[in-house]
Each structure stands twice: as C-alpha cells, then as structure tokens.
C-alpha cells in the first residue's frame, strides 16, 4: 500500500463520541486525502491537504475535520460521531509534479457508531 | 457537472470473456481519466488511465476506450480471469497550470468472473 498505514484498522464506536482516525505516510507526498467509501456512492473526498497545515474541505466534509501538522500524518477527526458516519475511510497520497489522479491507497479504517 | 455516472452497477462474466465497464461525464473540463481496482479488504489501486488526447490506451489485457465527442470512456478486459473479480471505480480530474485537481469517482461495478 505504497507506504500508507491507516490506525486503527477496525473501531466500532458510540454515538456522540468523539473519533480520531490517523493515516501516516513513509512517501513524503505533499498531497494526503481523506475518502468515505459506502455501498452504491463509490468513494466521495472529505478533506484533503496540499501541505503542512494546508487543508481544503471535499465533497462531504460536514461532520468531519482535519489535521496536518506534519508531511507524514493527516488526522480525521469526527468531532461527536453519528450513525451515518458508519463506512469505511481510506485514506491516500499524491505528489504534484506527478500526473494528477495518481493517488495512493491505504488500506482503510472500518468504523462503526453504534 | 461534477458527476462521473458509471454503468453496470454488477458484471458476471465467463472466464474466457470480455468485460466492459462503462462511465460518463459531462465537465468537459476533465482531461484525466484513471481507472482502479479494488479487492476486497483493499485499498483502490490504479489500473490504467488515459488522457483525451488519445483515444485508446491498452496495458495488457486492460484497455480505455475513450469517446470525447460522446464524453464516454470505457474499461474493457479481456480474456477476463477469475483473478479480475474486483469492484472497479472510474474516476476523472481536471489538471490545469501546476495545480492538482481532485479526483471525482464513479460509484463503482463489482466483477464476478465465474471459472
């Protein structure tokens, strides 16, 4: 998975918790993206970064926030978890220079609230 | 204008076959179009991608089908494998002067390639 862990892997949460995914990259991208993937939507943006403590919001950023203090690790943070918050988050990576919509897969986060 | 409609949602095909997946857009803007792999439990890979400079790209038994008239591409492989089945996503982004556009993904069709 081209140098990207996501953690954790698997969490199931409570409803109204607050929730922080992590994805870390050993690639030194400038480019980190934050994805929802759910059944008969595909994979939608939340977030993305275009540097250290550069962010932009994506298609379905409401809910959601981001951090990235460093190259190698961009934070998602549900704030108070709700049900349709259950999906699966990938997170991926690019570099610019390169040929755009060359993006890099971690393996996921699967997330429950319950 | 954002929207890439991608078609069959599903695809069962004999090994042996020839699936064919095809996605739609209408921002003629785009000028990037990459398809990815997904297994299951795995992040998308990509695939293959083309440019609409050109109107087929083929890498080994994966080829793009691109349409700009009809603002259509498709992904075909051939000589579909059971190994194939996977759910595949297209997707499309605009690059425009050094900026990086966001890709805006398909909903995705699951491949079934029966032995």
């Known amino acids: 998975d081209a140098g990207i862990t996501q953690s954790p892997r698997h969490k199931v949460t409570e409803t109204g918790t607050p929730v922080t995914l992590r994805c870390h990259q050993t690639?030194?991208?400038?480019?980190m993206y934050w994805y929802r993937q759910d059944p008969g939507h595909g994979l939608r943006l939340i977030h993305y970064s275009y540097g250290v403590k550069d962010t932009d919001k994506g298609e379905v950023s409401d809910g959601y926030s981001v951090s990235r203090s460093k190259t190698e690790d961009f934070l998602l943070t549900l704030e108070s978890a709700t049900s349709s918050q259950t999906s699966v988050y990938f997170c991926a990576i690019s570099e610019s220079g390169q040929i755009p919509g060359e993006q890099y897969f971690g393996p996921g986060t699967r997330l429950t609230v319950t | 204008q954002q929207q890439v409609k991608q078609s069959p949602q599903s695809l069962i095909v004999q090994k042996g076959g020839i699936s064919i997946i095809n996605c739609a857009y209408e921002n003629t803007a785009f000028d990037y179009f990459p398809w990815y792999q997904q297994f299951p439990g795995k992040g998308p890979a990509l695939l293959i991608a083309?440019?609409?400079?050109?109107s087929e790209k083929k890498e080994g038994r994966f080829t793009i089908s691109f349409n700009k008239s009809a603002k259509q591409f498709s992904l075909h492989i051939m000589d579909s494998q059971p190994g194939d089945s996977a759910t595949y996503f297209c997707?499309?982004?605009?690059?425009?002067?050094?900026?990086?556009?966001?890709?805006?993904f398909g909903k995705g069709t699951k491949l079934s390639v029966k032995p």
């Open positions: 083309i440019r609409p400079d050109v």
């Open positions: 997707a499309a982004s605009i690059h425009y002067g050094g900026s990086q556009g966001n890709l805006i």
């Open positions: 690639e030194n991208h400038r480019y």
